[in-house]
């Protein structure tokens, strides 16, 4: 039997520590099989799911917090599906969200029409989610493992190719990072689609949306209600959100308008029904100065060059109309993981890279049906803004509100449950 007096245990200890101290850090600084660029709802799920398969994944994001510029809310049914799938809902119980009861449409003060929320037979509402909260707990889960690793506050600036293949990325300092695979889900201005040479077809009528925060009133917090506002040539959508304050999205026509010398708590106030003007009037102390939010929308011909796959809005940017652009993001996710987790583990080049390819194949087909459903509520709201005619008539003729309420309803199941099934392979 061997026997240890006290200080050979002190030293044998301090031997242990040493070792597994060395190997955690040599863990994070050696190649990983997986780099993901962006921690937006794509890159910070994509990172999770893998690192929950015993991946070792860096994810490195350009921003400090994940309180960034507003980049929407709404979840549909899909998207609160994909993240059921992911085993990720639990925590959505845990921070601030609010389903959605019904939407209505008002045109030059009088009400077009008004819809119950479209929810599926045992089937989910369309929610408010805090993206910040979201991103938050989904991180905290993600670090408690040891072959996570988050950069946060470091912009990539460039990519690292071997050859003809990408094989890992330049952060600040002329740091490199290496991995079998980088992802880019660096949202819709991509700096690894741009150094990839990656093209992005965008759609013409791309727009740019000015986005306000004020105090909400005991009948916003009562009902859960989206409202579609257009008055003359202007249109707004209006929320109360997850966080507890009232957010407008107004849609800014002329870009070269000088809108920061506008006095918005009256421009809303006269776009607006006198109840709701009233709010504007009495709450315009409250009323925060816009962000400008520019709005790209396009598809990728190729999101994926040999060690890098472009996922969610850096493959194919979306319009924030219906909400879609989360969703997408997040089944992109579940598709991706599907292909990409055996080959990552058998750290296999050649497998890897024939696995990218498939990703893009599965997932273009909805994700351009679904641009193509936002293009069209985008006409309509379109051919409203520029006919008086029209507008006249949709207001003030109830046989002519049933067509347009019936268009509507027609695109929403298909914006609510996506257009192909989507089904998580076996992930513990
Ligand atoms: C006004 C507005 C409202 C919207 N509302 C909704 C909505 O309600 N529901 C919905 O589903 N969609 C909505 N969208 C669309 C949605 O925001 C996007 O489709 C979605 O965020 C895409 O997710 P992502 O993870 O691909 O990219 P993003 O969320 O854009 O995340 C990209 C991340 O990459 C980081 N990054 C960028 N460059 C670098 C770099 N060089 N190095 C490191 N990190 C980098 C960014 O900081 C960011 O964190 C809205 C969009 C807008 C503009």
Request: charged share 20%; aromatic share 6%; glycine share 6%.
């Amino acid at each position: 039997m061997v026997t240890f007096c006290y200080p050979t245990l002190k030293i044998l200890q301090q031997l242990l520590i040493t070792i597994t101290h060395h190997s955690y850090s040599s863990l994070l600084t050696q190649k990983s099989q997986v780099i993901v660029v962006g921690a937006g709802p794509a890159g910070v799920t994509l990172a999770l799911l893998l690192a929950k398969q015993g991946i070792t994944v860096k994810l490195v994001e350009a921003s400090r917090t994940f309180r960034r510029t507003f980049r929407g809310e709404g979840l549909m049914p899909s998207g609160l599906n994909a993240l059921e799938q992911m085993n990720f809902s639990p925590i959505l119980d845990r921070i601030p969200h609010r389903p959605l009861d019904a939407w209505k449409f008002l045109i030059n003060g009088r009400l077009l029409f008004q819809v119950k929320e479209p929810i599926e037979p045992g089937g989910k509402p369309c929610t408010l989610v805090s993206q910040p909260a979201l991103l938050e707990a989904l991180v905290k889960e993600a670090i408690a493992l040891p072959n996570f690793e988050l950069l946060q506050g470091t912009p990539v600036q460039e990519l690292v190719w071997e050859g003809e293949r990408v094989s890992g990325v330049r952060v600040g300092g002329d740091r490199r990072l290496t991995a079998d695979l980088v992802i880019g889900t660096d949202g819709r201005n991509s700096l690894l689609r741009q150094k990839a040479n990656l093209p992005l077809e965008q759609q013409s009528k791309n727009f740019d949306i000015l986005w306000f925060k004020l105090a909400d009133s005991p009948q916003f917090e009562a009902e859960n209600v989206f409202y579609s506002v257009v008055q003359g040539q202007h249109a707004f959508g209006l929320f109360r959100s997850s966080e507890g304050n009232l957010q407008v999205g107004w849609a800014l026509r002329d870009k070269t308008s000088d809108w920061k010398q506008v006095n918005w708590a009256e421009q809303l106030a006269s776009a607006s029904p006198l109840w709701l003007a009233n709010h504007f009037r009495t709450h315009a102390d409250t009323l925060e100065h816009p962000v400008l939010l520019s709005v790209v929308v396009g598809h990728c011909p190729r999101w994926s060059v040999p060690g890098l796959l472009l996922l969610g809005d850096a493959a194919h940017p979306m319009s924030p109309i219906r909400a879609q652009g989360i969703n997408m993001a997040l089944r992109d996710v579940i598709v991706a993981a599907n292909h990409l987790i055996s080959p990552l583990r058998q750290r296999e080049q050649a497998a890897i890279d024939g696995a990218i390819a498939q990703v893009q194949e599965e997932r273009s087909p909805e994700i351009l049906r679904v641009q193509q459903l936002q293009a069209e509520e985008a006409t309509q709201a379109d051919k409203l803004g520029n006919s008086a005619l029209l507008r006249w008539g949709v207001s003030h003729t109830p046989l002519l509100k049933y067509p347009v309420r019936w268009s509507w309803l027609k695109r929403q199941r298909q914006l609510r449950q996506g257009i192909a099934p989507i089904q998580l392979d076996n992930v513990k």
